[in-house]
């Protein structure tokens, strides 16, 4: 990861601008992060500036320079390496985590990404809590473990209802036992999750 590497990404809530980290927050919220199971999911690989083209008045494309090292005076970004795990086969490579200095209180916002397919997923206006933030990360992490079922689940027409967390198991199996019909090819194929 080197200052001239530069990812752009779109984010799904526009209006949210990144300020500046203290250097309190980022060693609280890395100390939070490897210490507990997180660190299994992600890792933590550098800090980040984020701007926004002068023209871009909604916020909404994000271009991220990479730093070396921590700048009180720059550094809007903490960026980790999403690991390709069991739970999360390639949905993600990156994520980033914001802050917002609100006019009431401030609040952290996570940024999900991948750098191949561009897909992005944003969880915005979380509670200005490390533990909370932290949560929120293994929520996300945790949802990418049933990403195939909710894949399936948008194209299955005939599921009426999203079964809860304790039938997702069985609802996998059959949905992965059962053919699936392509009415758009009028084709009968079968899933392969």
Known sequence: MNETEEITFKKEYPYIASNVFKQKDVNHILTII??????SHIKFVGYGLITYDEE????????????????RLKTNCLVFNVLETVWNDNIYTKMYILKQNNVKDPT???????????????????????DVLAQDIMKVIFSLRMHPLYEMYKLRKDIKTFPSIIDMEECYRKIKETPFVDKTNHEETYTNI
């Open 34 to 39: 490897n210490a507990g199971r997180l660190a």
């Open 56 to 71: 871009d008045t909604k916020l909404e494309n994000a271009h991220l320079v990479f730093m070396e090292k921590f700048n």
């Open 108 to 130: 952290f916002s996570l940024v999900f990404h991948n750098e191949n397919t561009g897909v992005t997923s944003q969880n915005p206006c979380i509670e200005y809590a490390y």
